[in-house]
Antibody
Framework: EVQLVESGGGLAKPGGSLRVSCAAS????????MNWVRQAPGKGLEWVSSIKSSGAHINYADSVKGRFTISRDNAKNSLDLQMNSLRVDDTAVYYCARQASYRSWDYFDYWGQGTLVTVSS | DIQMTQSPSSLSASVGDRVTITCRASQSISSYLNWYQQKPGKAPQLLIYAASSLQSGVPSRFSGSGSGTDFTLTISSLQPEDFATYFC?????????FGPGTKVDI
């Protein structure tokens, strides 16, 4: 059974840092591109970052570029998101999501339960 | 970046109704369009990928269509467990933008 379990959320002050993690199990983690997607309270979904299976190709949303760093450890089946220079508008539930592919089509077929990050003074 | 819109933003329906939700992209995205369902307090779940392919385990009352810039998600006969928010997502190019969502309630 595919499982994605996020951890590390909590309260941080504006300008502070926080690291959220995602533990993966039940599939060949090293073969999949992984993503972080966030959802501010009562709002829609926002793609944040992706990292290819080898870790060689990384992308970020403009809203987090230069502040957030995605990384993965294929030996430990884990995905991380280091968040620096946090802003109040980074407050959201952060989901990790597995990216599957069928021919050239990509989609997020498994999601974790999410971890809440609150940025407030 | 590609912008995604959805209509309506919310709708009220009854069990057994046929429901159609529309998603529009700001430029052609071929068929690189996915649909997700999200219930309160839960993670999104994939319903449809590649515009019209039903994800394994998803009931056949859900269907998707469209290509280019205009797409639809149809629920042929609404069931009690279908009351939720529905999001479209383009995966034509990074960033993989989501639509703002359509809330379906009673």
């Amino acid at each position: 059974e595919v499982q994605l379990v996020e951890s590390g959320g909590g309260l941080a002050k504006p300008g502070g840092s926080l690291r959220v993690s995602c533990a993966a199990s039940g599939f060949a983690f090293s073969s999949y591109t992984m993503n972080w997607v966030r959802q501010a309270p009562g709002k829609g979904l926002e793609w944040v970052s992706s990292i290819k299976s080898s870790g060689a190709h990384i992308n970020y949303a403009d809203s987090v570029k230069g502040r957030f760093t995605i990384s993965r450890d294929n030996a430990k089946n884990s995905l991380d998101l280091q968040m620096n220079s946090l802003r109040v508008d980074d407050t959201a539930v952060y989901y990790c999501a597995r990216q599957a592919s069928y021919r050239s089509w990509d989609y997020f077929d498994y999601w974790g339960q999410g971890t809440l990050v609150t940025v407030s003074s | 970046d590609i912008q995604m819109t959805q209509s309506p933003s919310s709708l009220s329906a009854s069990v057994g109704d046929r429901v159609t939700i529309t998603c529009r992209a700001s430029q052609s995205i071929s068929s690189y369009l996915n649909w997700y369902q999200q219930k309160p307090g839960k993670a999104p779940q994939l319903l449809i990928y590649a515009a019209s392919s039903l994800q394994s385990g998803v009931p056949s009352r859900f269907s998707g269509s469209g290509s280019g810039t205009d797409f639809t998600l149809t629920i042929s006969s609404l069931q009690p467990e279908d009351f939720a928010t529905y999001f479209c997502q383009e995966t034509y190019s990074i960033p993989f933008t989501f639509g703002p969502g359509t809330k379906v309630d009673i």
